[in-house]
């Protein structure tokens, strides 16, 4: 070996892994990346709360070692809301209104709402990234892309909050639509706070910035969901038109 005695590479600093592939050591290594001795993903979790300007612009820096990349890190989220969903449809499904709904083609609905929850939400992501860029068109420190690594480490880590307060809602027997309102006044703090910390704006700038921000993306999200259900509506017309016959009925 090039490197022989060295435990990392002296150039990039990667740990060397010498051990043949195994279950085993595919098992250990993970568990030691996200939960061990690496702890990288209680440190994203941390820094993305308390300084989110050190994740993201490292990242978009090209320092993408120390913590959990966008991509992972969202994919870990939608994992863990999947879980939630599992949980809460199959031991806890009051909390999502569903012993409520006796027709099946609703209940079918409402299934599948919950199923691709996570896929669905991802849909908008681009337009929270739009809406940033929009909204930074005086302070063009980061194009759309990079707008978009912004949202996809905020949303990763509002999912996880989120699947966090599951035993609590499940305690206090709180409904699942319920905690849409305050998660809702979380993800706008969370967003300006995003703003205030990497844009080094004053609180004035950031109120300003956050409420611009919040009417952009409300029209932005009324547009998309109209254009969206009439798509999905039209499909399903022509697929299936007795389907949505059989659920206007009930």
């Given at each position: 070996m090039l490197y022989h005695g060295h435990d990392y590479c002296p150039k990039c600093g990667s740990k060397w892994i010498t051990k043949r592939l195994t279950i085993n050591t595919i098992t250990r290594e993970f568990f030691d990346r996200y939960l061990g001795t690496d702890n990288v993903l209680i440190s994203t979790f941390k820094a993305l709360i308390l300084q989110?300007?050190?994740v993201i612009d490292n990242y978009i820096k090209g320092q993408?070692?120390?913590?959990?990349?966008p991509i992972n890190w969202y994919l870990i989220s939608l994992t863990l809301i999947g879980l939630q969903m599992f949980i809460l449809k199959n031991f806890f499904p009051e909390l999502l209104n569903l012993v409520d709904i006796s027709e099946t083609n609703k209940l079918e609905l409402f299934n599948y709402f919950y199923d691709y929850l996570g896929a669905l939400t991802s849909l908008f992501l681009p337009l929270y990234a739009f809406t940033g860029w929009l909204v930074f068109f005086d302070i063009r420190k980061y194009n759309f892309v990079e707008h978009l690594i912004l949202f996809v480490y905020a949303f990763g880590l509002l999912n996880m909050v989120t699947v966090i307060f599951t035993p609590l809602m499940i305690v206090l027997d709180i409904s699942y639509g319920a905690t849409s309102i305050p998660i809702s006044l979380i993800s706008v703090i969370q967003i300006g706070w995003y703003y205030k910390r990497i844009f080094k704006l004053s609180l004035g700038q950031t109120v300003l910035k956050a409420i611009i921000s919040s009417i952009i993306f409300s029209t932005l999200q009324i547009i998309f969901i109209i254009i969206t259900a009439v798509?999905?509506?039209g499909g399903i017309y022509l697929i299936n038109p007795e389907y949505l016959k059989a659920f206007k009925t009930n």
């Open positions: 989110p300007e050190i993408r070692k120390k913590f959990v990349n798509f999905v509506l």
